[in-house]
């Protein structure tokens, strides 16, 4: 019985992590497009350690590129790439603190203003979607679909024990 109790309080412990997670839908409703004004809508959000950004976007006509430094940012150097990505739905997970940069890989588009710059934190409190002012809704930050998953084991296997 004590394994056991030990085997959910461990469970929980996960649980509640993942709980503490979100998704950050970049851009807010408007998505990873042009017209929206990125910094106004990061700066309305708090990205912690293993938060996810989730970009949406039309396939061939933006892109996401993950850029190696401020400078290759504030330059538009899309050369310095670390990562690209065009599938019209990318999740990125925040899986440590810093600073990270993104822009989009389509000519022209991030001079025109097409870039992100997220800075994540450690910490337990929940990330916090922007405030219902903002252009974002509600739905920026949500809990990942692994914890719904999470929580559907823990109650199978509670009643499993009890």
Known sequence: ????????????????????????????????DESTDFDTWASGQTFKVGDQLVFKYTSGLHSVVELASESAYKNC????????????????????????????????????GMKVKIKSVTGNAPSSPASPTSSSSASDALPSHSFVMAVALLATFMLYVL
Do not use: P
């Not at 310095?80 to 389509?106: H, P, W």
């Open 1 to 32: 019985m004590e394994n056991t109790m030990l085997l959910v309080l461990v469970f929980v412990a996960l649980i509640t992590k993942e709980a503490l997670a979100a998704q950050h839908i970049v851009g807010g409703t408007q998505g990873w």
């Open 77 to 112: 150097d899309l050369g310095s790439a670390v990562d690209s990505m065009n599938g019209g739905s990318n999740v990125v997970k925040l899986n440590k603190a810093g600073t990270r940069y993104f822009a989009c890989g389509t000519m022209g588009h991030c001079n025109q």
